[in-house]
């Protein structure tokens, strides 16, 4: 009986770690789709006497990004905790890439900060050049 829950435990840390690689995935493309439309916008409008506070709209944006980001971590090492429990008390290897996934997480981070400095010199841009 301990063994079939061990197993039903092993399987949700599987669900858990597909819904925060999705999670991370979604997180990062819209974050860079809609900073990048609306830096084009901005850019193709520069004329405009406004148009360059719009930057600020994905700055913060970024921001979100990156606290999200940042809040996955904890949830991600716990899990991976957990898995190493269940895979040694199974004596099974689940092949989760964890390690990758916090990667990937480290990196999206490493992106938001990127992007929100673009985005920092291109509002300098439009607002020198406007």
Aim: charged share 15%; aromatic share 14%.
């Amino acid at each position: 009986m301990n063994s079939e829950n061990d197993w039903k435990k092993l399987d949700q840390c599987r669900d858990i770690y597909k819904f925060h690689w999705h999670l991370s995935l979604q997180l990062c493309i819209f974050t860079l789709g809609i900073s990048g439309g609306i830096s084009a916008y901005a850019i193709k409008h520069a004329d405009s006497t406004l148009v360059q506070y719009v930057i600020w709209l994905p700055f913060f944006l970024c921001i979100v990004g990156y606290k999200l980001s940042k809040a996955f971590l904890p949830n991600i090492n716990s899990l991976s905790v957990e898995v190493k429990r269940l895979e040694s008390r199974l004596g099974v290897k689940s092949f989760m890439t964890l390690d990758l996934l916090v990667s990937f997480i480290e990196a999206s981070k490493s992106i938001f900060v990127i992007l929100m400095a673009g985005l920092f010199i291109v509002f300098v841009f439009l607002k020198h050049y406007s």
